[in-house]
């Protein structure tokens, strides 16, 4: 069973930088998509970023400006650089990767870790 492994979460004053990373614990082929996720306390789980694999990026309103996603397709990693960031940044945030293999997605998350900004 693939794990996705997450770190770099942490509390951090409005106004700092956290940078989230996340590894596959082997190799997955057929990556279509890598993202990061978050749900705050209450909330439906929300898109943060996501990266294509040709580096294609999207990014919710709330963070563009702010955040950078990145990836290494040879070392199926992810990473979110965060930015001056803000109380409303607060929440558990996910890694995904999207495998495509012959049309059918299979979605492989990490255990979540917790990003927390104070005030």
């Known amino acids: 069973q693939v794990q996705l492994v997450e770190s770099g979460g942490g509390l951090v004053q409005a106004g700092g930088s956290l940078r989230l990373s996340c590894a596959a614990s082997?190799?997955?082929?057929?990556?279509?998509?890598m993202g990061w996720y978050r749900q705050a306390p209450g909330k439906q789980r929300e898109l943060v970023a996501s990266?294509?694999?040709?580096?294609?990026?999207n990014y919710a309103d709330s963070v563009k400006g702010r955040f950078t996603i990145s990836r290494d397709n040879a070392k199926n990693t992810v990473a979110l650089q965060m930015n001056s960031l803000k109380p409303e940044d607060t929440a558990v945030y996910y890694c995904?990767?999207?495998?495509?293999?012959?049309?059918?997605?299979?979605?492989?998350w990490g255990q979540g870790t917790q990003v927390t900004v104070s005030s």
């Open positions: 082997r190799r997955i082929f057929s990556i279509r998509s």
């Open positions: 995904n990767f999207a495998q495509n293999t012959y049309s059918v997605i299979t979605n492989y």
């Open positions: 990266i294509t694999s040709v580096g294609s990026t």
